[in-house]
């Protein structure tokens, strides 16, 4: 059984910074390309950044520069770290794994977790 837990959202002013993990459980994490996903409230849900099988990632124009995406494969555990935050990133963030690189940038990832909320408050 495939278990996907976020941890480390909370509530900062603007300008602060939050790290987000993720631990996956129950599958081949190195085989899987992973992503953070955020919802805001009242809009659709995004891919904010990317982390392929090979370490290549990729971010959403809305956080290129501000937050940076990680992964250990010995832990099983995926990282988000986000500074400087603005009061648009307050979302509730998930973390989300798929074989396809596609799958997880269509928003449709096989395997994803219950999320964490991040709020950011001038």
């Known amino acids: 059984q ?3 837990v976020e941890s480390g959202g909370g509530s900062v002013h603007t300008g602060g910074a939050l790290r987000l993990s993720c ?7 190195d085989n899987y390309n992973l992503a953070w996903i955020r919802q805001a ?3 659709e ?3 904010v950044a990317l982390i392929s099988t090979s370490s290549a990632t990729k971010y959403s124009d809305t956080v290129r520069g501000r937050f940076y995406i990680s992964r250990d494969n010995i832990n099983n555990t995926l990282t988000l770290q986000m500074n400087s ?3 648009a990133d307050t979302a ?3 973390c989300a794994a798929d074989r396809s ?3 997880l940038m269509r928003i449709t990832p096989q395997y ?7 709020t950011v408050s001038s």
């Not at 631990?23 to 994490?29: C, D, E, M, P, Q």
């Open 85 to 87: 935050l603005k009061a």
């Open 41 to 43: 409230p009242g809009k």
């Open 2 to 4: 495939v278990e996907v």
């Open 45 to 47: 849900r995004e891919w």
């Open 112 to 118: 994803w977790g219950q999320g964490t909320q991040v």
């Open 101 to 103: 690189l596609w799958a």
């Open 23 to 29: 631990v996956a459980s129950g599958l081949s994490f």
């Open 92 to 94: 509730m963030y998930y």
